[in-house]
């Protein structure tokens, strides 16, 4: 199917924006809000007048904060999400391993375990959550399985009692990619206080920001200390150019820090308002025919880093990117996180070839649509966004 016409003769008389009629919001709605206010620019400037530029005190005192916010008993600071996937697997998983992880999500889960010279063994979602499917997980045990990583997608976390409890059962190590999921919960807990240990993002589409960044929660002294290790250049805290592991330079700046540490601060009051604006969209966009709004899962305090919407694409005539394209049309952002299983990407097919089908991952990658949830969004925005997607869903309905 996919690609039929915009607008067919069958089409209902008040025409879509896209072929002339009057559009639902005049002005885009953006799908991300990205700007830094005055505290994170006063609070970046008094770094950059103290001198102090590399990884210093404010990198001590985002580490402490971060911890406590996300329940977790420590926290270290690296340059980047991906890093921090890269420190938290390290000291866990050995080469020659194999990881169950998600088949869906973004690469960088996997990409990790690969360059740890780790297998990724590609599990399905769930369909309602978008997250690691456990007992698919379960069925795909090898003799060499030594670990399962399930990212929290979307600001939703991955069942993590059913992930815990294979991991109990199976002697697994546990990695959390939370990049896109700070604050969120699991059973009134923050997500820190799970797993071996817990990764974060802070690029500057997150929910909070330190232009580039990331961080790694554990609550365990002596990997945290590992982490702390490796992340410069294997060097023995106190003993200048003494290397005892092979390391990296994966270290924030105090400058990043200054920036996380006041986005920190906003950032319960700026996730109160995104779980606002999800459950408003879901109550006003629940009867819009061929879309199923997101569910947390069950125990989850979802975070609504995205707010995905399943466009079911074999009741519409057109597909998922059609759709996007009409949104936009009606003055609706939208992005596509994202087009194709982890699985099927040209490098992953390529270095790990014994592909196994991913039925529900390849249909959310045909169906996923992220709309706006954002903080900065007005009730009348979430208004005119559920105006256009019932619009152009109704439309376009076979
Ligand atoms: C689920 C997930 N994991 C890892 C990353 C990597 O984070 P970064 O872009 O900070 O390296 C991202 C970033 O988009 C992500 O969404």
Redesign the pocket.
């Known amino acids: 199917m996919a690609h039929a016409p915009a607008r067919s003769a069958a089409a209902p008389a008040d025409r879509l924006a896209a072929e002339g009629g009057t559009p639902v919001c005049r002005e885009l709605i953006p799908v991300v809000s990205a700007r830094l206010g005055e505290e994170e620019i006063s609070a970046a400037v008094e770094v950059l007048r103290s001198g102090q530029l590399r990884q210093g005190k404010k990198c001590v005192e985002f580490e402490a904060a971060f911890a406590a916010a996300t329940g977790a008993g420590f926290a270290l600071t690296t340059c ?3 890093t921090a ?1 890269q420190l938290a697997y390290e000291p866990i998983i050995g080469p020659g391993d194999d990881v169950l992880c998600p088949a869906y ?2 690469i ?2 996997a990409s990790m375990i690969l360059a740890r010279g780790a297998r990724p063994v590609f599990c399905d979602v769930d369909e309602r959550t978008f997250n690691i499917d456990a007992a698919d997980a379960e069925q795909r045990l090898t003799p060499r399985t030594t670990a399962i990583v399930a ?1 929290h ?1 979307y600001g939703n976390p991955a069942d993590i009692d059913a992930v815990e409890d294979l991991a109990d059962r199976r002697g697994l190590s546990v990695v959390y ?1 939370a ?2 999921s700070h604050l969120a919960t699991w059973r009134g807990q923050g997500i820190g206080a799970f797993g071996h240990a817990t990764t974060y ?3 500057p589409t997150k929910n909070m920001t330190t232009g ?1 960044g ?1 961080m790694i929660t554990t609550n365990d002294e002596e990997l945290a200390q590992r982490i702390a290790l490796l992340r410069d250049h294997g060097m023995e805290p106190g003993k200048r150019y003494h290397h005892v592991a092979l390391g990296y330079n994966y270290r924030l700046t105090d400058v990043a820090a200054a920036i996380g540490l006041a986005q920190l601060a906003r950032l319960p009051e700026r996730t109160a308002r995104r779980q606002a604006n999800g459950a408003r969209l879901t109550s006003l966009l629940k009867d819009v025919p061929a879309v199923i709004t997101p569910l947390a899962t069950e125990g989850a305090g979802h975070v609504y880093h995205q707010y995905t919407i399943r466009v079911q694409v074999d009741q519409l005539r057109c597909d998922r990117d059609e759709f996007a394209r009409l949104l936009a049309a009606e003055g609706v952002g939208s992005a596509t996180h994202y087009p194709r299983a982890i699985s099927d990407q040209p490098i992953i097919a390529e270095l790990v070839p014994e592909r196994e089908p991913m039925p529900i991952s390849e249909m959310l990658a045909r169906q996923a649509l992220c709309l706006p949830v954002h903080h900065d969004l007005t009730a009348t925005q979430l208004d005119q966004i559920a105006e256009a997607v019932a619009k152009v869903a109704t439309a376009m309905q076979r």
């Open positions: 980047n999400g991906t996937l999500g973004f960088a889960t990212t997608l990619d990049a896109q993002s802070f690029y580039e990331g």
